[in-house]
């Protein structure tokens, strides 16, 4: 969109994997003194029906509403009698009749607190600048938070017949060890998350989802571990964790769809949307949100007043910014050969933008045939020469 690396990808993976494992290992503490009933065939059920759900949302390829859909029809199956019915049907119904769903859906909420310490960590600074489209034909300036960790977890699950387990000193929330003791389970699982706003600073936004995830993983944790004590409640626990977790969704669409768009230009000035690293608007402290007022002296109301103040004076810039908090500061830097031609800075978009970003709901079939992600905008002024 910009022609500039904000993010560099060998950065991203370090950080991305050094605080999955840092958060795995320290929630795998945590799951010693909770127990999981997994198997191989609760692993099977819950990444094959994530899959299918990911062909109809790619949103959907998570594992709370694989959980929450199996928490459903198990009680449907088990009615039907289908897991004594024969054939391959019964055996698949068999299976998922004795799947552990309490247990399954404890760990969801796991990996959910797992995702909102990351976010709450690392999640503003995953971000990147964008143009989208807003709602009276106008370009707005917009952000795309989207981040991915690999977490492993080291589970304690009941010894299998014929492998060798330990017995513990205290009892885990899932009960015994079934007769044969407690054994430790790797268990790697990846946690993400992708999210727009065009109405929030990064930072303010992550704190948003930072926050929502941790209620959903307090409250998921806490139905879970009524239905471990009752079985009655796997169902509701189920329900819970689809409906809740879609709640947070639309909350967050929602606040998006009523709230005025931030990155835009006021009558007095010129929007930051983003601050390319290592450039003087980095060096001088200027800020995505921030406005640009003058530029060695002059009003700047467009790009190209920004571009003739900046010829005012060839060897540096003194700007007048008005910040966040709608206050005045003012900062200079000396400008020398090679300098980025803006300072670094990316503007919020104006009429002679020419492309943005559509995003809208996508299959997995459908991000296979995607072949674009920017659309032209047909109304767009020529681009300045």
């Not at 904000?6 to 929630?27: N, P, S, T």
């Not at 983003?274 to 200027?286: K, N, W």
């Not at 540096?316 to 900062?331: H, I, M, P, S, T």
Request: glycine share 12%; aromatic share 8%.
């Amino acid at each position: 969109m910009f022609g500039v690396k904000l993010l560099h990808w060998q950065g991203q993976l370090v950080r991305a994997v050094a605080a999955g494992w840092i958060v795995g290992l320290a929630l795998s503490v945590v799951g010693i003194f909770v127990g999981f009933r997994l198997t191989p065939d609760a692993v099977l059920w819950l990444w094959g029906i994530s899959v299918l759900l990911a062909l109809l949302r790619v949103r959907f390829l998570c594992f709370a509403y694989a959980a929450g859909a199996l928490g459903l029809l198990q009680p449907a199956v088990v009615a039907l009698g289908l897991p004594d019915s024969g054939g391959w049907i019964g055996r698949m119904a068999d299976s998922l009749a004795q799947l552990d769903i309490a247990g399954l859906l404890l760990l969801v909420a796991l990996l959910h607190l797992a995702e909102a310490l990351l976010v709450r960590v690392q999640g503003d600074r995953l971000s990147t600048p964008l143009f989208l489209l807003g709602k009276r034909g106008k370009l707005v300036g917009a952000y795309a938070l989207q981040g991915y960790w690999p977490v492993p977890l080291f589970l304690l699950v009941p010894a299998a017949s014929g492998i060798p387990g330990a017995e513990l000193p205290w009892m885990p929330l899932a009960g015994d060890g079934g007769g044969y003791g407690w054994t430790l389970l790797a268990l790697p699982t990846l946690v993400g998350f992708s999210e727009l706003t065009r109405t929030m600073l990064p930072e303010r936004k992550a704190g948003r989802i930072y926050r929502g995830l941790l209620l959903y993983s307090i409250g998921l944790g806490a139905v879970a571990a009524a239905a471990i004590a009752w079985a009655p409640l796997v169902p509701i626990a189920a329900l819970f964790a689809l409906l809740l977790h879609e709640a947070l969704i639309w909350a967050g669409r929602l606040q998006e769809s009523t709230a005025a768009p931030l990155y835009v230009h006021p009558p007095e000035g010129l929007r930051i949307l983003g601050v390319v690293p290592g450039t003087p608007a980095e060096a001088m402290g200027l800020m995505s949100g921030e406005v640009l007022l003058k530029v060695n002296g002059m009003s700047v109301r467009t790009r190209d007043d920004l571009y003739r103040a900046l010829h005012l004076q060839s060897a540096y810039a003194k700007l007048e910014v008005l910040n966040r908090d709608g206050q005045q500061k003012f900062v200079q830097r000396a400008r020398y050969a090679g300098d980025h031609h803006q300072l670094g800075v990316i503007l919020a978009p104006d009429d002679q933008a020419g492309y943005y970003v559509e995003p809208g709901a996508v299959s997995a079939l459908g991000l296979l045939r995607r072949r674009r992600d920017a659309k032209r905008r047909e109304t767009a002024a020529p681009p300045l020469p």
